[in-house]
Every structure is written in C-alpha cells, then in structure tokens.
C-alpha cells in the first residue's frame, strides 16, 4: 500500500537545535546530549510531532545537520515529508531567521520551540495555536513566579520585588506568519526571545498556560531532573537487591557486501591491493560495519542505516576510521563508551594472518578501544566460500561512561 498523502499543513514548528550547550558542559552541542539512551531533539520531537500537523523545521549546527535529519525523520514515521533541517546562524536569532526562511508558503501560523524544552507536552502547542486561531498575533505559554525576588546590589539585598505581575517565559512561542516574518525584517538589535523581538515590533503578546515538564536543559542539574522524570518508576521488589554498578552492554552485529565494487579493497580498515574490491555505499567494509551495528546496538541507538545510509551523501566512499570515529561520539553522547570488540570475518580471499595485527591496531586506534579480529573461511560453501561475498560477525562490550 502507498503512504498516506498528509494535507498541507497551515502551522510550521521551528525547533531551534543549534546551540552549542557551553553551560550544558556534555562535550557535544546541546540538543544531541543523551538524557535516557536518545538526545534531546529526540525528546523535543516527540512532543512536536504529537501535537497539532505541522511542518517542521529543525535548525541544527552546520556540522550536525545530517544527524538531525536522520533523527527527525526517524521519530517522524509517515510525517517525515514535512520535515526540513536546515543549519543555525552564531546566535539564536539568526538561527530562528533561517528556520523562517524554509517555511513552506502556504503556512499561516509559526511556533517556534527550543529544543532545550525537551519535555515540553504537546498540549502546550494546542493551546499556543488555539491563541493564534481566535485572533491573537503572538502568543506565549507562561509559569507564575513561585520564588521570592529580591532586588540586589552586588553581594547586598536592595528590596523585595513584587512576584504577582511577573511570569517565567516558556517555549513553543506562537506567531502569525506574517506578524513574525515583518519583526524579524525589522529587527536592529538580538532579543532573548522572539516574543519580546515581535513586541518591540509594536505587536500584543497573549500568554497561555505553560506547562512545569517544559523546563529548559541549560545545566548539568537540569539534565538529571529530565533523566529522572523520564526513569521508569522503580518496581517494588520483596527484600532488596544489591545494585551493580556500572552494568555494562552486549551488542553483535553483521554485514555482508558482495565482491564487485570499483577500486582497490578494504577490509578492517586497510587497502589490499591486488585484490577485488567489495560493493557498497561506502567503501564495503563488512568489518568496520559490522563493528558498527555491533556498538549502536549495544547502545540502542538502531543500526548503521540509521545513522549512515544511502541519504548520507557525505559518508559515500568513506572509510572505516570516519565510520568508527562517529559511532564512538554517537555513544558518548549517550553515555557510553566502548569496553571491547571482537569480530570474526568469513572470506576466501584476502588471506587475513599477515595483517591481522595491523587491523586490530587501525580498528582499536579508531575506537579507542581493544578489537581483537579472526579470519576463517567456510570450506567452499556458500558464496563467501565461493568468493562472492564477504560476511563479518562482530560482538561489542560497552559500559558507562
């Protein structure tokens, strides 16, 4: 059966992913941190794509756009035609600028969402829409002020401040298209948010109710509040039981490529020339990619087409150290990092002994980790035995980072 044909949608989200988390301190842009196994954007896209039919707009750093394609379509199943990445500018609202300028011509209405709000429920983005649709030009979910406020000059307390007139700012903040496109025309100087830029437009801000899970992840603390609200609640158990620290993960992969392809071979991350090279995407290296299904699956974060398929363009040709390389960053954004891999490739040719060594050093180095790798062949059977093919099983340790 052909997917269904999704109706234009009138609404567009731009989910703003381009931050660099500085004060997130996680070695990698904020939006692709880990919080439970999936990054941020993940967890933000969830709450996009269950609310109101949007198109969707994720701006993401220049470097990483390939990796947010690759998520938002994913979490976006038959919705992934109304998805566009497009790279973020230096600051936040150059970012939202090139978000607007891929939104589709038939939209009316614009949310735009900061990634950071993770947990936000889609709910909010209801009630954001429902201001727009009954009249209002922007529209911005809001939290009353719990806290006492106190006015201070340097180390010394100057006064109370009245909470009862203040609210705390959340995201997706609501637009019609045109009220927005016209202040970021306008714009002469960078705004904290996009709000407060279209009412120094001369535009009228609405609020709506906001939401405590839409909490933005700025801080290391912020991030153990999201992985704590989204940690299944602990079972009761009769008597307790010892926890093990630091469980690690199991994870085995394979990768069959047929002899055939163009240039020289490579295998386990070496040329071998004289030899037929093998098909593929990429450079056909059943080794290196079965090592990369082993690792991704260990992690659960899906397999090698995940991450480096056919509309990877920039992955054409690559080579076992690009494809190691970024499945090791891939892990220790989620919080792992690799124990050990084995790997056991059948072929009949190329004889593996005299460079087996070699290859463990070329793989371990890309991975920063041990790989140990063993070479047999199958008697003839099969078309590894018959050389047509080469097939490779590989079994990865990984243990919190």
Do not use: C
Not at 297 to 321: C, N, Q
Not at 342 to 349: L, M
Request: glycine content about 10%.
């Amino acid at each position: 059966m052909s997917a269904p044909i999704l109706p234009v949608p009138r609404v567009a989200v731009i989910v703003v992913a381009a931050g660099s988390g500085t004060r997130l301190a996680a070695g990698a842009p904020k939006a692709f941190v880990g919080i439970d196994g999936r990054s941020v954007l993940s967890h933000a896209l969830d709450g996009v794509f269950a609310a109101p039919l949007a198109q969707v707009v994720v701006v993401a750093p220049h470097d990483r756009v390939g990796d947010a394609l690759t998520e938002t379509r994913q979490i976006a199943g038959a919705r992934h035609d109304l998805v566009t990445v497009v790279a973020g500018g230096d600051t936040r609202q150059a970012s939202v600028a090139a978000g607007l300028a891929a939104v589709w011509a038939d939209v009316e209405l614009v949310l735009v969402h900061d990634a950071a709000r993770a947990l936000t429920p889609p709910e909010v983005f209801a009630r954001v829409i429902a201001a727009l649709d009954v009249g209002a030009d922007a529209a911005l979910p809001v939290l009353p002020v719990i806290d006492t406020l106190k006015r201070v000059d340097g180390d010394r307390v100057v006064e109370a401040v009245d909470r009862a007139p203040l609210t705390a700012a959340q995201t997706p903040q609501g637009f019609r298209r045109s009220v927005l496109q016209a202040a970021y025309a306008g714009a002469a100087a960078d705004f904290t948010d996009d709000a407060a830029l279209v009412q120094a437009a001369g535009h009228e801000v609405v609020t709506v109710g906001g939401d405590e899970r839409a909490f933005k992840i700025t801080t290391p603390g912020d991030l153990d509040r999201a992985r704590r609200l989204l940690a299944p609640a602990a079972t009761p158990t009769p008597a307790p039981v010892p926890l093990t620290i630091g469980v690690p993960r199991v994870g085995v992969g394979t990768d069959v490529h047929a002899v055939g392809g163009e240039g020289a071979l490579w295998l386990a991350g070496l040329e071998w020339p004289g030899e037929s090279a093998l098909s593929g995407h990429s450079d056909g290296d059943a080794v290196a990619h079965a090592i990369v299904d082993a690792l991704l699956s260990a992690a659960g974060l899906g397999d090698i087409g995940t991450h480096f398929g056919v509309d990877r363009p920039e992955y054409a040709g690559a080579h076992a150290e690009a494809f190691l390389a970024r499945t090791r960053a891939l892990l220790a954004e989620a919080g792992w990092r690799v124990g050990n891999v084995s790997v056991q490739v059948q072929a009949r040719r190329p004889r593996f002994a005299p460079r087996r060594a070699e290859a463990e050093r070329v793989l371990s180095a890309a991975l920063g980790a041990p790989v140990s790798v063993a070479a047999t062949t199958t008697d003839g059977l099969g078309f590894t035995g018959s050389g047509e093919g080469v097939q490779a099983f590989a079994v990865a340790v990984i243990v919190p980072a």
